[in-house]
């Protein structure tokens, strides 16, 4: 790796923190003007066990002062503090709780929809204006049209309630299976038309043409210099998409009662639960900004011709 690739690597981590920065700091001062607070929904509880509760957990200090103590105690002790309704216990740990099951739904529909997104374009770009082309196309439309709510929605109804294959509790055995797949049919559908849309262009360039002429096999050329370099824009969506469907999973865990850290996040914000809003904030925002940093590097691991710049 050369000085040029190394100091772009470096430029991003920098821009990296900054972003992340940016949100916490962000997050911390919107979460706290918003009205209410996180002891107000509190059953008759008086302004002097508000004010206790306020100082036991620091609410009570400057909040300029509650900023620097608690960019402090992510710095130096990767502190998210204790949660504000769940008593006892600390965020992170319910956020390591909620991802354990996150990250499994995210990753495992993040990996189909590689596998069968990548097929089908191929498949599609190769077989281009024949009935099987026209049938992805039209299958991945419906795909990326409908929300994933009224997909999960209609799933849960077929496969649930009607014909009672698999369990509507996301938290029973076998209870990932409809979430999986909900997640994964509007990624699936989006390589799908990125990897056709590239195969097409890469079919189409004068070195295809030149490998065809001296008589390199079909498999050859498909797998060895179309496919490779068709992979590209692919690589582009894939590390944002892993971590929108590891985080953003918000709606589909809240349909099929899957107990992830969307269900967390959503749980906090109604609760006012400010350590939660900003752990949850601060996991996924450096979630994405991670998986868009490692997309950005793997275009030299996939084609060496790229410099990062």
Not at 287 to 308: A, E, F, H
Request: aromatic share 8%; charged share 15%.
């Amino acid at each position: 790796m050369n000085s040029k690739n190394l100091f772009y690597i470096l430029k991003r981590i920098v821009l990296a923190i900054l972003t992340v920065w940016v949100v916490i700091t962000v997050t911390f001062f919107v979460s706290r003007a918003v009205p209410g607070g996180p002891f107000m929904s509190e059953k008759a509880i008086t302004p002097e066990a508000q004010a206790a509760l306020e100082a036991k957990y620091g609410l009570d200090k400057p909040l300029m002062e509650q900023y620097f103590t608690y960019l402090k105690d992510i710095v130096t002790k990767f502190d998210f503090g204790p949660s504000l309704k769940q008593r006892g216990r600390d965020v992170i740990t319910v956020i390591g709780d909620g991802m354990k099951t996150s990250a499994k739904l995210g990753v495992s529909a993040a990996a189909i929809a590689l596998v069968l997104g990548v097929v089908l374009g191929a498949v599609a770009a190769l077989r281009r204006n024949k009935l099987i082309d026209r049938i992805v196309m039209v299958f991945t439309t419906a795909c990326i049209s409908m929300p994933s709510f009224i997909m999960g929605s209609l799933l849960l109804i077929l496969f649930s309630i009607t014909l009672r294959l698999v369990p509507a509790n996301g938290a029973a055995e076998g209870g990932l299976i409809l979430p999986i797949i909900t997640l994964s049919l509007s990624p699936m559908a989006n390589i799908t038309r990125l990897t056709r849309s590239s195969m097409l262009d890469v079919l189409g360039q004068d070195y295809i043409r030149t490998a065809k002429a001296k008589g390199v096999s079909g498999s050859k050329i498909i797998f060895g210099h179309a496919l490779k370099n068709a992979l590209i824009p692919v690589i582009t969506y894939f590390g944002p998409m892993l971590a929108y469907i590891v985080t953003g999973s918000l709606v589909v865990e809240q349909i099929f009662a899957v107990p992830g850290i969307g269900r967390a996040f959503v749980s906090s914000i109604t609760d006012r639960d400010y350590p939660m809003i900003m752990g949850t904030t601060i996991v996924l925002a450096s979630l994405i900004v991670i998986m868009n940093m490692i997309s950005d590097i793997l275009y030299k691991v996939v084609d060496p011709r790229i410099n990062l710049e």
